[in-house]
């Protein structure tokens, strides 16, 4: 046992045995020792202890007393952690990060009225967000080769930095102003979607895609898509053995060749 210091980077899923939320440890004490680590972990919970972390706020800083296993070879996480009871939150999400849950809950409120299904793909599909989604329908995706549609991915991107970077053309700026634009846009996309690993992922690889349709050039994309793998393969070396990661590799390198 040991008290640990957090950040819910992304909201809790509900899974048929327990409820799995994405973290970043700040610090852990144990036996009279403090360490700080800024590391992943994975938080697990069931039943009462469940529903206390369903409840808890992305980006909110809270304190705990967990038990520590180890996690899965494949993971990226340094620790699971498995929390007697979230003790209290002890600082409040920043601003920015409490409008983009906002959004969430506002695109899932817009869609709550249509038919169950339908309620729970159209998050899934927009923002990754699969809090909806039952065993029987993630089922079906699988059978059907369509998981890869309840993921975001960097098409999602790629699609919404087009949009932004034709308005602010259609509205005269160029330049300086563009770029900003874009960071902006990458910035409210990691936001709204949340700081998962297949987020990030998303990001980098989206806008890969989106320089290499604008370079025009095949010499040129292929030496950013081959920094953008080497970058992220040396921040998350876990990526090597994701077959996700291989495929959006594998699809912008089509982007710039064809």
């Not at 996690?71 to 600082?91: G, I, W």
């Not at 991915?153 to 053309?169: E, P, Y």
Request: glycine share 10%; net charge positive.
């Amino acid at each position: 046992m040991g008290t640990v210091r957090i950040r819910i980077l992304a909201e809790p899923q509900q899974t048929a045995e327990a409820v799995v939320a994405r973290a970043r440890l700040v610090w852990v004490e144990a036996r009279g020792r403090r360490v700080e680590a800024a590391v992943p972990v994975v938080v697990l919970a069931s039943g009462r202890n469940g529903t206390a972390l369903v409840e808890s706020v992305p980006g909110a800083e809270y304190l705990a007393r967990v038990r520590m296993g180890e996690p899965r070879p494949d993971d990226s996480a340094v620790a699971v952690l498995s929390p007697p009871e979230l003790l209290h939150m002890v600082r409040s999400p920043h601003l920015f990060v409490a409008g983009a849950t906002a959004m969430r809950h506002v695109l899932r409120d817009a869609v709550a009225q249509s038919p169950p299904r339908q309620a729970a793909l159209v998050p899934s599909l927009v923002v990754g967000d699969t809090s909806g989604v039952d065993d029987e329908m993630r089922d079906q995706f699988q059978v059907t080769g369509l998981t890869h549609l309840m993921a975001v991915s960097g098409a999602n991107l790629t699609l919404m930095l087009g949009v932004v970077l034709a308005a602010v053309r259609a509205v005269g700026l160029r330049g300086w102003w563009v770029r900003a634009a874009a960071v902006g846009g990458v910035a409210a996309f990691v936001l709204v979607c949340g700081q998962e690993p297949s987020v990030l992922r998303a990001t980098a690889m989206g806008l890969v895609a989106l320089a290499a349709v604008g370079v025009g050039t095949g010499g040129r994309s292929m030496r950013a898509l081959s920094v953008a793998i080497l970058a992220l393969t040396w921040l998350d070396p876990w990526l090597a053995r994701s077959a996700g990661f291989a495929l959006s590799v594998t699809a912008c390198a089509g982007i710039v060749l064809l």
